[in-house]
């Protein structure tokens, strides 16, 4: 059951759960305002993870002030990086948040770097101008004159942006505790932690909201969106890092954004322009320069 075949069996599963996350979460937006959906979220994911969580805690040492700060760090970011996501997903596409959170691995390598644990070649830094010249031509498509609410928009891609940088954070420093300790320590003191920080604005956002007007399907997206892209996939991305290289591993992340443009067109309407293909293959292009400079 510890095989290679059943590792990328659920290295695939995350892919496509994290995938299809962009959707359910753009259809929860419909019924959900942003900070509502991502205090509710994380507080589900905190409750699917707590008795796990202070199972480990008993048992995994973590005591420690300085254990202490960098578990609240990671939950910091995962926190701001849950809700910007949903803020950034309720105001540009599908297509463009997937690509720009595609854009990952680059903030990963810059983040390691500072730490000294990776070396900027000339190739790498190429291919990471490379990758945000196309997020740059995609910010550049989401101001075009005319374009509908509907789409993407600058701020959007922005905040989005910001979201990619909290999760690559999370993956550095959280990858370091999670050999200390284990993927449902850190992840469930993170989202623990966050689900208790989030109660007030949670309370404020559920003051005059209509919760009997949420159709299943509605109250079906929260449900996965805590469960499946916030439990199950970050417990599967640090198990995979610990058996696999993270190269590796982000081998199977670039088909997030193809497979979530996909979907996005499948299922919500969106449109596949020439600016987003060409955006799009920049972007792949440099993160992949990049990885392999």
């Not at 496509?16 to 996350?21: I, K």
């Not at 509502?36 to 202070?54: D, K, M, N, V």
């Not at 469930?188 to 208790?196: C, E, Q, R």
């Not at 979907?263 to 972007?283: H, K, S, Y």
């Amino acid at each position: 059951m510890n095989g290679p075949v059943f590792l990328y069996t659920l290295i695939s599963l995350m892919v496509l759960l994290w995938s299809a996350n962009f959707i359910v979460g753009k259809m929860a937006l419909r019924e959900f305002p942003p900070l509502l959906l991502g205090s509710l979220r994380i507080g589900l994911a905190g409750i699917f993870l707590a008795p796990a969580y202070w199972r480990k805690a008993r048992t995994g040492g973590l005591g420690l002030p300085a254990d202490w700060m960098l578990l609240g760090f990671l939950a910091a970011c995962n926190v701001g990086n849950q809700l910007l996501f949903l803020i950034g997903l309720h105001r540009t596409t599908v297509a463009h948040s997937a690509l720009i959170i595609g854009v990952g691995p680059i903030f990963v390598l810059l983040i390691a770097a500072a730490m000294g644990l990776e070396r900027i070649t000339l190739r790498k830094a190429g291919g990471m101008i490379l990758a945000l010249g196309g997020v740059a031509a995609l910010a550049y498509q989401a101001t075009a004159k005319g374009a509908a609410p509907a789409e993407a928009s600058l701020t959007g891609d922005a905040i989005t942006a910001v979201a990619c940088v909290l999760f690559s954070l999370f993956a550095v420093y959280g990858k370091q505790a999670a050999e200390r300790y284990s993927t449902v320590a850190v992840n469930g003191f993170a989202y623990v932690s966050g689900a208790a920080l989030l109660a007030p604005i949670a309370l404020w956002q559920a003051r005059g909201f209509p919760f009997a007007h949420v159709s299943a399907a509605g109250w079906s997206s929260l449900v996965y969106m805590a469960l499946f892209p916030s439990v199950i996939c970050y417990l599967i991305y640090y198990h995979a890092l610990t058996h696999i290289s993270a190269s590796r591993v982000s081998a199977f992340i670039y088909l997030e954004p193809l497979i979530a443009t996909l979907m996005g067109v499948a299922f919500l309407g969106e449109r596949i322009t020439g600016a987003l293909v060409a955006g799009g293959t920049v972007i792949f292009t440099g993160v992949y320069l990049t990885e392999r400079g």
